[in-house]
């Protein structure tokens, strides 16, 4: 039944024309002819002809409300026409539902991703997988490029290479519940100040009996511990001074040699206490000059040998030289 309603006026003269009649030339423009035009929907499917005669078309136009088409172009081409994305939910997309897909492509191929809506969080591409995911670059490089890049592994976090390379312009912060790393040979160049800050233990264990460390600074290196400070070695334990030795204590200090001590002092030793106690088996003293300078001095030897090359002179105010047998030669 037809919808049309009938006119409220009609003319009453008869027509008279004021401008030519128009006369379209096909050979100036593209030709069109149409295999089908459906009634219900105006759907279409038709071919077109641009005016070279070379440039032809097979279009085929979905329902005229949607705006989606299918176009076979003379080049080879096929595209794709989605309609506009109304308020309707899911107007406007692309959907395909296969078994699996299969493709080539022997060129480049360029796809672009816009931003959804708001409802979509911003997001131009999202991509879900129920299975493993894995993309090669066979003999090519890989680039990702973003203002964030984020990376989640609800279990494990793997990057693997040859060669690893991670750089970054400013800082670079890593932060785990336990830091491991193994390797052969590892260097640290650092041209700024190198701290560590925390409350946890600074262990170095070396097993190798071969291993060595060496602290090499031109400038001052300074221990400040407000616990106990322990040294200890099974071999040789050397302190050199180049220009000058000293040590201090607010406590009484202690300088212990199980097996002997030898104090050497090649160009001279000055030893300046309030109170001096020496308890040894066997006390020598040899020295190019030696000054004892203490308010109370005491010696306690098994054997005491005091012995110069040239005048040894004790001096005091008083002085005691206790002995069963007392040899003066």
């Not at 006119?7 to 006369?23: G, H, L, N, R, V």
């Not at 002819?33 to 499917?45: A, D, L, Q, V």
């Amino acid at each position: 039944m037809s919808k049309v309603k009938p006119a409220k006026t009609y003319p009453d003269t008869i027509f008279k024309q004021t401008t030519p009649d128009e006369a379209q030339q096909l050979n100036s423009g593209p030709r069109f002819n149409t295999w089908y035009k459906g009634w219900f929907t105006r759907s279409e499917i038709y071919e077109r002809m641009m005016p070279d005669g070379l440039t032809s078309a097979l279009r085929i136009e979905g329902p005229d409300s949607g705006g989606a088409a299918i176009v076979m172009n003379s080049k080879g081409n096929i595209k794709l026409i989605t309609g506009k994305s109304t308020d309707v939910a899911g107007s406007g997309t692309l959907d395909i539902n296969t078994q699996g897909s299969n493709q080539l492509h022997n060129g480049r191929t360029n796809i672009q991703y816009n931003e959804g809506g708001t409802e979509n969080e911003g997001q131009a591409l999202n991509i879900l997988c129920y299975g493993d995911h894995v993309e090669q670059a066979i003999g090519s490089e890989r680039v990702i490029k973003a203002k964030i890049i984020r990376i989640a592994a609800t279990e494990e976090l793997v990057l693997e290479g040859q060669n690893v390379s991670i750089q970054a312009q400013g800082d670079l912060q890593m932060s785990a519940s336990s830091f491991t790393t193994a390797q052969v040979n590892k260097k640290d160049i650092i041209i700024g100040q190198n701290m560590k800050f925390g409350a946890g233990e600074d262990t170095d264990l070396q097993f190798d009996s071969r291993a060595s460390k060496v602290i090499l600074s031109p400038g001052n290196v300074s221990h400040t511990i407000a616990g106990t400070y322990k040294i200890k070695s099974f071999r040789r334990t050397s302190i050199n001074g180049v220009a000058g030795l000293f040590m201090s204590t607010a406590a009484t200090a202690t300088l212990q040699g199980l097996a002997g001590m030898i104090v050497n002092g090649p160009g001279g030793m000055n030893l300046n206490s309030a109170k001096t106690t020496f308890t040894t088996a066997d006390f020598n003293v040899t020295s190019a000059k030696t000054d004892f300078k203490t308010a109370d001095f005491n010696l306690n030897a098994a054997k005491l040998d005091l012995t110069g090359s040239a005048d040894v002179s004790i001096k005091g105010l008083n002085v005691r030289i206790n002995g069963s047998k007392i040899y003066l030669n």
